[in-house]
Protein backbone atom coordinates (compact mmCIF):
# COMPACT_ATOMS: atom_id res chain seq x y z
CA UNK A 1 0.00 0.00 0.00
CA UNK A 2 1.08 3.18 -0.62
CA UNK A 3 0.15 6.35 0.81
CA UNK A 4 0.93 10.12 0.37
CA UNK A 5 -0.31 13.30 1.68
CA UNK A 6 1.19 16.02 -1.27
CA UNK A 7 -2.34 17.40 -1.86
CA UNK A 8 -2.45 18.51 1.44
CA UNK A 9 1.04 19.73 1.50
CA UNK A 10 0.11 21.94 -1.77
CA UNK A 11 -2.71 23.20 -0.11
CA UNK A 12 -0.51 23.93 2.82
CA UNK A 13 2.12 26.10 0.98
CA UNK A 14 -0.32 27.55 -1.11
CA UNK A 15 -2.79 28.98 1.23
CA UNK A 16 0.35 29.94 3.41
CA UNK A 17 1.79 32.17 0.14
CA UNK A 18 -1.33 33.52 -0.49
CA UNK A 19 -1.69 35.17 3.05
CA UNK A 20 1.58 35.91 2.62
CA UNK A 21 0.53 38.36 -0.18
CA UNK A 22 -2.48 39.20 1.07
CA UNK A 23 -0.86 40.36 4.11
CA UNK A 24 1.76 42.34 2.29
CA UNK A 25 -0.81 43.93 -0.02
CA UNK A 26 -3.33 44.93 2.93
CA UNK A 27 -0.27 46.91 4.76
CA UNK A 28 0.61 48.34 1.36
CA UNK A 29 -2.53 49.45 1.05
CA UNK A 30 -3.21 51.36 4.04
CA UNK A 31 0.27 52.77 4.22
CA UNK A 32 -0.39 54.56 1.26
CA UNK A 33 -4.28 55.41 1.23
CA UNK A 34 -5.16 58.11 3.14
CA UNK A 35 -8.38 56.15 5.24
CA UNK A 36 -7.02 56.95 8.41
CA UNK A 37 -5.35 60.22 8.27
CA UNK A 38 -8.37 62.32 9.65
CA UNK A 39 -10.30 60.20 11.88
CA UNK A 40 -11.45 61.74 15.38
CA UNK A 41 -10.98 58.19 17.09
CA UNK A 42 -7.54 58.04 17.33
CA UNK A 43 -6.65 55.33 15.73
CA UNK A 44 -3.90 56.07 13.48
CA UNK A 45 -3.02 53.87 10.33
CA UNK A 46 0.03 52.58 12.39
CA UNK A 47 -2.46 51.14 14.55
CA UNK A 48 -3.84 49.17 12.44
CA UNK A 49 -1.06 48.17 10.68
CA UNK A 50 0.57 47.01 13.91
CA UNK A 51 -2.90 44.87 15.10
CA UNK A 52 -3.42 42.73 11.27
CA UNK A 53 0.46 42.00 11.55
CA UNK A 54 0.45 40.43 15.43
CA UNK A 55 -2.51 38.78 13.54
CA UNK A 56 -0.78 37.75 11.13
CA UNK A 57 2.18 36.29 13.15
CA UNK A 58 0.00 34.82 15.34
CA UNK A 59 -1.90 32.51 12.62
CA UNK A 60 1.75 31.81 11.61
CA UNK A 61 3.00 31.11 14.82
CA UNK A 62 0.05 28.70 15.59
CA UNK A 63 0.67 26.94 11.97
CA UNK A 64 4.20 26.29 12.69
CA UNK A 65 3.62 24.68 15.82
CA UNK A 66 1.72 22.15 14.37
CA UNK A 67 4.98 21.61 11.90
CA UNK A 68 3.41 20.05 8.77
CA UNK A 69 5.36 17.41 7.20
CA UNK A 70 5.08 16.18 3.79
CA UNK A 71 4.60 12.23 4.30
CA UNK A 72 5.32 9.42 1.82
CA UNK A 73 4.07 5.65 3.13
CA UNK A 74 4.44 2.26 1.42
CA UNK A 75 4.72 -1.15 2.80
CA UNK A 76 5.40 -2.68 -0.53
CA UNK A 77 8.38 -5.50 -0.64
CA UNK A 78 10.02 -6.74 2.21
CA UNK A 79 10.70 -2.63 4.20
CA UNK A 80 8.52 -0.13 5.50
CA UNK A 81 9.40 3.35 3.69
CA UNK A 82 8.11 6.37 5.12
CA UNK A 83 9.67 9.43 3.80
CA UNK A 84 9.11 12.53 4.88
CA UNK A 85 9.87 16.24 4.98
CA UNK A 86 8.77 19.63 6.96
CA UNK A 87 6.23 21.82 4.34
CA UNK A 88 8.07 25.36 4.73
CA UNK A 89 9.04 27.74 2.20
CA UNK A 90 11.78 26.58 2.93
CA UNK A 91 12.33 23.29 2.91
CA UNK A 92 15.47 21.52 4.63
CA UNK A 93 16.57 18.10 4.18
CA UNK A 94 14.03 15.33 3.15
CA UNK A 95 14.08 12.71 5.36
CA UNK A 96 13.76 8.47 5.04
CA UNK A 97 13.14 5.81 7.26
CA UNK A 98 13.41 2.13 5.68
CA UNK A 99 12.87 -0.39 7.92
CA UNK A 100 12.72 -4.24 7.53
CA UNK A 101 9.18 -5.83 8.04
CA UNK A 102 11.17 -8.31 10.38
CA UNK A 103 12.82 -5.77 12.66
CA UNK A 104 9.93 -3.56 12.56
CA UNK A 105 9.05 -3.85 16.66
CA UNK A 106 5.92 -0.81 17.15
CA UNK A 107 5.42 2.59 16.87
CA UNK A 108 3.70 4.98 19.19
CA UNK A 109 1.67 8.09 18.86
CA UNK A 110 2.02 11.12 20.89
CA UNK A 111 -0.26 14.02 21.22
CA UNK A 112 0.80 17.61 20.57
CA UNK A 113 -0.79 21.13 20.30
CA UNK A 114 -3.16 20.76 22.68
CA UNK A 115 -3.68 16.83 21.73
CA UNK A 116 -5.51 17.64 18.35
CA UNK A 117 -1.95 16.15 16.53
CA UNK A 118 0.10 13.48 16.56
CA UNK A 119 3.75 12.66 16.16
CA UNK A 120 4.27 9.10 14.95
CA UNK A 121 7.65 7.30 16.55
CA UNK A 122 8.52 4.20 14.48
CA UNK A 123 10.70 1.65 16.14
CA UNK A 124 13.45 -1.44 15.32
CA UNK A 125 15.11 -3.70 16.80
CA UNK A 126 18.35 -2.84 16.16
CA UNK A 127 21.59 -5.22 17.50
CA UNK A 128 19.80 -6.98 20.21
CA UNK A 129 18.28 -3.70 21.26
CA UNK A 130 14.90 -1.61 20.56
CA UNK A 131 15.91 2.05 18.50
CA UNK A 132 13.44 4.92 18.23
CA UNK A 133 13.53 6.95 14.96
CA UNK A 134 13.00 10.56 15.20
CA UNK A 135 9.37 11.94 15.15
CA UNK A 136 7.22 12.60 12.34
CA UNK A 137 4.26 15.18 12.45
CA UNK A 138 1.17 13.87 10.95
CA UNK A 139 -1.00 17.21 11.40
CA UNK A 140 -0.85 17.49 7.13
CA UNK A 141 -2.43 13.89 6.96
CA UNK A 142 -6.49 13.50 6.06
CA UNK A 143 -8.05 11.14 9.05
CA UNK A 144 -8.43 8.55 6.70
CA UNK A 145 -5.09 8.37 5.29
CA UNK A 146 -3.50 8.32 8.86
CA UNK A 147 -6.17 5.36 10.08
CA UNK A 148 -4.70 3.39 6.94
CA UNK A 149 -1.02 3.75 7.69
CA UNK A 150 -2.15 2.89 10.89
CA UNK A 151 -3.70 -0.22 10.38
CA UNK A 152 -1.15 -1.33 8.05
CA UNK A 153 1.71 -0.63 10.41
CA UNK A 154 -0.23 -2.38 12.83
CA UNK A 155 0.09 -5.76 10.68
CA UNK A 156 3.93 -5.65 10.99
CA UNK A 157 4.35 -4.90 14.73
CA UNK A 158 5.87 -7.58 16.30
CA UNK A 159 4.34 -9.75 19.15
CA UNK A 160 5.52 -9.35 23.07
Request: glycine share 2%.
Amino acid sequence: MKIDNQRNTYRIWLSRLVMTIVFALVILLLVFVPWFDNLESGITKYHVVILISAVYLAINWLNYLKRPYFISYSDQGDMLVVRYYPVSMFTSRKHSIEIPKQQFVNFELKPFFFKSQHYLILKQKFRGKVASYPRISLSAMDKEDRDKMLQSLEKYVLPK
